[in-house]
C-alpha cells in the first residue's frame, strides 16, 4: 500500500475546531496532519519505546498525567491534585506549586457547565477553553450554566452539583454514539434551582459579583464517525506498540478504528510514527 502520511515524532492533544462535523488534526512533533479527510483509510501507529516529557524533555519509563516525567508531576502546578479537585485549590493560602502559572490558570474567570456527552454530566473550564473542553469529552450537546471569578469557586459550584448529577462521562457509550436527546436549557433551570442556597452561601462569602448564573445558548457538536462501535476494544501502545485499522471516525480524543478504539491524549510524549495508506 502507499502511504499518504508517513511521519514521525511525539504525539500530542490532538487540536480540533468546532463545525459541522468538529475538525480533528493529529500533531506528530512538528506536524499536523488533518484527520477528518483521512476516514476510511488504513491507519498505523507504532510506539517506538521512548517516552519523552512534555515539559522538560527528560525522557521517561512512564507518563504521569498525561505527558509528564515524574520530577515534573511531583513540581509543577499543572499536575497538583487540586487540578482534578480544583475545590481544594490552595492558592490563596500561599502554597501554590508556581504562584504565576496559578494567577493566569487558576485565578481567572471559569465556566460550570452542562454537557451531554453519555448523558447528562456537570463540568468546569476556563473560559478560553470553550467548546474545546466539550470536544474533548465527546459532548453532542453543552451548555454554560454559571462563571466565576476564580478555579476554586467553579470546584464549589460543581461539588454543589455532583449531588445531583454526575461529573464524569460513561467513556464507552459516548464512543458508540449512544446518546440520549436532553433539553439542556431545562436542565441548567433545574439545577440552578437545586444548588440556589448552595449558590446564595457562596455569593455570601465571596461576593455577589463572583458568581454569575447565564442564559447563554447551548452549543450542539456533531462529530467525524462513518461506523459507531458496537462493542467497545481498547488499543494499548504500552502494551502492544502497534495500533493499526480503518479510521472509521474521530470523537472525544479517540480515533476509532475497526479493530478498536484509542485515546491519543492518553500517549501524549510518547515517540510514534503515524502512517495512513492509501486503499486497504
Known amino acids: 500500500m502507499t502511504a499518504l502520511v508517513d511521519v514521525s ?81 490552595h492558592y490563596h493560602e500561599g502554597t501554590c506549586r508556581e504562584p504565576e502559572w496559578g494567577e493566569t490558570h487558576c485565578m481567572i474567570e471559569h465556566v460550570v457547565y452542562l454537557a451531554n456527552s453519555s448523558g447528562l454530566k456537570v463540568g468546569i473550564t476556563r473560559g478560553s477553553q470553550v467548546p474545546t473542553r466539550w ?21 464549589f459550584v460543581e461539588v454543589a452539583c455532583k449531588a445531583h448529577v454526575a461529573d464524569r462521562t460513561n467513556w464507552r ?18 439545577m440552578l434551582d437545586l444548588i440556589a442556597d448552595d449558590l446564595a452561601g457562596l455569593r455570601a462569602s465571596h461576593g455577589e459579583s463572583a458568581i454569575r448564573a447565564v442564559d447563554e445558548e447551548s452549543l450542539a457538536l456533531s462529530y467525524p464517525v462513518q461506523v459507531w462501535p458496537r462493542t467497545i476494544k481498547t488499543h494499548n501502545l504500552d502494551k502492544t506498540p502497534t495500533a493499526e485499522g480503518v479510521l472509521q471516525g474521530i470523537k472525544g480524543q479517540y480515533l476509532i478504528l475497526d479493530t478498536g478504539v484509542i485515546n491519543i491524549r492518553k500517549y501524549t510524549g510518547y515517540e510514534v510514527r503515524f502512517r495512513v495508506y492509501q486503499g486497504n
Open 9 to 89: 515524532g511525539r504525539l500530542r492533544k490532538m487540536p480540533a475546531e468546532p463545525g459541522d462535523p468538529v475538525s480533528y488534526t493529529v500533531r506528530v512533533g512538528d506536524t499536523l496532519v488533518p484527520l477528518n479527510e483521512m476516514i476510511g483509510f488504513p491507519l498505523q501507529l507504532d510506539f517506538d519505546g521512548v517516552i519523552r516529557c512534555i515539559h522538560c524533555d527528560r525522557k521517561t519509563s512512564k507518563s504521569f498525567s498525561q505527558g509528564y516525567c515524574y520530577p515534573c508531576f511531583r513540581k509543577l502546578a499543572a499536575c497538583d491534585s487540586c487540578i482534578m479537585s480544583p475545590e481544594k485549590c
Open 173 to 190: 457509550a459516548m464512543l458508540k454514539g449512544d446518546v440520549p436527546e436532553l433539553d439542556l436549557v431545562e436542565e441548567r433551570r433545574r
Open 135 to 155: 470536544i474533548d469529552q465527546g459532548a453532542v450537546d453543552a451548555i454554560p450554566m454559571v462563571r466565576v471569578a476564580t478555579r476554586q469557586l467553579a470546584g
